[in-house]
């Protein structure tokens, strides 16, 4: 019996039901303080008559059921936050005068959400999709929002084309499907009309939109800002979040399967790492560029479908963000909380950006919407942790207004007449402005495909591969065959290789004709090394996962030393086994498993270890999921270890032996095992297993 049920005492009713009597336990209550002595029957007339409208108790109970969900985001909507703190670790007071960046050594609590785009609350973790990156500090001067992505650019170069982007992403409005998918005619119909997409569309089927962890992730403002100093400079500024764990990704096709193995593969990976103490961090990098630099560069700076590369703007490393605590209730932080772009400090200022300043406007409205009430900042989540007042009064739920008699100003009544302004306040950076008023955009926004070629000869061989596989299997689920043929003209833009193997992957007759550009591509951008996954890899098990399939006289030793070397490099450890009550290992001890194996399967690990005796082998033969565990790790590029009893299931899960199986015939070569695991996959056994 655990301490909870030791405090209650539990009497039955006469229909035979539960009541747990509080002894130790609080007292339930009504909202409106009311001890309630029977939370279990409606009040009745007679035990099978009519209910009783004066019941409430069951009235507030149910009502307040009924009014449980808010609407979801627009889009955005599934996402998981934490709580955490950032680190000034420069001080940048020539840069801006921004309190958070004035000292180095300053701690700022801040809160982060990451998000999919474009499922709705309840969709799977692994859709190919862009991941929100949102991160609030709540700075000495007020809540910071940086309201990122986990990819640098974006769909659109103006914030009125949105409401299309997202309409044409979610599902189809006839159908109601597909559910967090872009691989539908609407997305793929849109994006192919609207070339300035193209390069978004290249990262997107890139592997950053099936990243295997948020920890895993790099995060960018996207936009360009200004950072602006005490004596009123400006300088812009992109900010960046790099994962001090490195990035990663999964394969696509284990990003389906995980989907069925487990939904919140990421959210439970989050929550793991850091109940665990694994805290996951980013450094906050910035690239400061100057007007000179905005006049040379051959891109606009405030065309969001662009990036700076880091070769041209290094960036400079000026903090840290640490996240360290999962919310209290998911409802109260998660859900409610309410980024806004608008939230700036003194020193952080926008530019003109055509989406930033759309999305200016849209998030404090959406915010109204999905809160209900002007008074979304009372909640804590919300709220600065500095001190703030104003006269804003009233309105639905607020929780705090005016003390005493002033709720205006300028007034007559002194100190007690509440805030005034002050010099050191908010000052937007005095950019002059003048010209004719139009619906309009700069020349310069009309290169559509230079940086999407970039972006695409940065790639490793491998990755290239996959952007060619996502193209074909996003478009293969396209009905409408002019609209796979648009696609594949614009790629003709990008690189001619690409668009080929792409119209051989859809099965084309023939090439369709190159879509005319609006500006004649560059094609002699260099190569920038950083925007590769793979070859800006952490070498490194840390932070990951192994399983290790176990059965019944597993080698004892073996199974420690493998735990130990995790544990050495910081890595995680999970045992899969034919029961989750556990195995009998070598040595007589009981050693207990964490999943059964058809509810673990390898798609859920790193890499993966196959620890078994002769007698378990001889018996998950014979079970298809510990085929299928071995069989997808293989597939999947994963390191695996074998001991000596366990070949013959790799046998049965025919797979061939190459380098990326290595042989654990004794606990010695657990270690061993492990370093070769840091470099993540083996990715040269991918063309052995792709052959379409
Ligand atoms: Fe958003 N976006 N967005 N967006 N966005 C929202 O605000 C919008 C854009 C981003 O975890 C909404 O609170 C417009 C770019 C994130 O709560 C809404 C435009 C980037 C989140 C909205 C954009 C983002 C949102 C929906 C085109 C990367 C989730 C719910 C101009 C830099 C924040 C909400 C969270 C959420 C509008 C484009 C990132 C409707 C109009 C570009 C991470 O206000």
Not at 225 to 237: C, D, E, P, S, T
Not at 646 to 662: Q, R, S, T, Y
Not at 667 to 676: C, G, I, T
Request: aromatic residues 10%.
């Amino acid at each position: 019996m655990d301490q909870q049920t030791k405090d209650l005492e539990t009497e039955r009713g006469a229909g035979g039901e539960t009541h747990q009597i509080a002894r130790g336990a609080p007292v339930l209550t009504t909202q409106q303080g009311v001890p309630v002595a029977d939370d279990q029957n409606t009040l009745r007339v007679g035990p099978s008559g009519p209910a009783l409208l004066e019941d409430f108790h069951f009235r507030e109970k149910i009502f307040h059921f009924d009014h449980e969900r808010i609407p979801e985001r627009v889009v955005h909507a599934r996402g998981y936050g934490a709580h955490g703190y950032f680190e000034t670790t420069e001080a940048i007071p020539e840069l801006t005068r921004a309190a958070i960046f004035a000292r180095k050594g300053e701690r700022t609590p801040a809160f982060v959400r990451f998000s999919t785009v474009a499922g709705n609350r309840g969709s799977a973790d692994l859709a190919r999709d862009v991941r929100g990156f949102a991160v609030k500090l709540y700075t000495r001067e007020g809540n910071w929002d940086i309201v990122g992505n986990n990819i640098p650019v974006f769909f659109i170069q103006d914030a009125i084309k949105f409401p299309d982007l997202v309409h044409s992403v979610k599902q189809e409005p006839d159908r109601g499907f597909p559910q967090a998918q872009s691989a539908h005619d609407n997305f793929w119909d849109f994006v192919s009309l609207t070339p300035e997409s193209v390069n978004m569309l290249l990262w997107q089927m890139s592997d950053r939109t099936i990243p295997r962890s948020f920890r895993f992730m790099e995060g960018f403002g996207v936009h360009t800002f200004r950072l602006v100093n005490a004596k009123g400079k400006a300088h812009f500024v992109k900010f960046h979040w790099k994962p001090r764990l490195g990035m990663q990704s999964v394969v696509w096709n284990e990003a389906l399967k995980i989907n069925g193995a487990d939904p919140d593969f990421h959210r439970r990976d989050l929550w793991d790492a850091i109940h665990a103490g694994d805290f996951p961090e980013w450094d906050l990098g910035l690239q400061i560029f100057d007007e000179a630099f905005a006049e040379r560069f051959p891109f606009d700076v405030l065309d969001a479908t662009k990036i700076i590369p880091e070769e041209e703007v290094p960036i400079r490393i000026v903090g840290r963000l640490v996240l360290d605590r999962m919310v209290d209730n998911f409802f109260a932080e998660t859900e409610q909380v309410a980024f806004c772009t608008q939230n700036v400090v003194p020193g952080i200022d926008f530019t003109n950006d055509p989406l930033l300043q759309g999305r200016n406007f849209s998030y404090l409205d959406t915010q109204l919407k999905r809160l209900g009430s002007p008074n979304f900042t009372h909640i804590p989540v919300n709220a600065p942790k500095c001190p703030f007042q104003n006269f804003q009064q009233d309105g639905h739920m607020t929780l705090r207004n005016p003390k005493g008699r002033a709720n205006y100003e300028p007034n007559s009544w002194g100190v007690e007449g509440g805030p005034r302004e002050t010099r050191e306040g908010y000052r937007s950076y005095a950019a002059p402005e003048n010209g004719a008023k139009m619906r309009a955009r700069p020349e310069r926004f009309a290169d559509h495909y230079s940086q999407a070629r970039q972006f695409y000869i940065s790639q490793t061989e491998i990755e290239q591969r996959h952007i060619k596989d996502a193209f074909v299997f996003e478009l293969s689920k396209v009905e409408t065959p002019r609209i796979r043929e648009r696609v594949v003209s614009h790629l003709l833009n990008v690189d001619e290789a690409l668009a080929k193997q792409v119209a051989q992957g859809l099965g084309f007759a023939q090439l369709p004709e190159r879509a005319k550009p609006a500006k004649t591509p560059i094609t002699t951008l260099a190569k920038s090394e950083k925007l590769s996954i793979i070859a800006n890899g952490p070498k490194s098990f840390k932070g990951r996962k192994l399983g290790v399939l176990v059965s019944d006289g597993a080698d004892a030793k073996l199974l420690i030393a493998l735990a130990e070397a995790c544990k050495s490099v910081g890595a995680m450890i999970e045992l899969v086994g034919p029961q989750v009550g556990g195995i009998k290992a070598s040595d007589g001890s009981t050693v207990p498993v964490k999943q059964k194996v058809v509810g673990g399967p390898s798609v859920l690990y790193d890499a993966v270890a196959i620890v078994l005796s002769e007698a378990g082998c001889a018996l998950l033969s014979g079970e298809a999921t510990a085929k299928d565990f071995v069989s997808d790790a293989f597939a999947h590029g994963k390191f695996i270890g074998v001991v000596p009893a366990a070949k013959p299931l790799i046998e049965k899960a025919c797979v061939e032996m190459d380098n990326g199986i290595i042989a654990l015939d004794s606990p010695a070569a657990a270690k061993s095992f492990l370093d070769r695991c840091g470099m993540l996959r083996f990715w040269e056994r991918e063309p052995k297993v792709r052959a379409v």
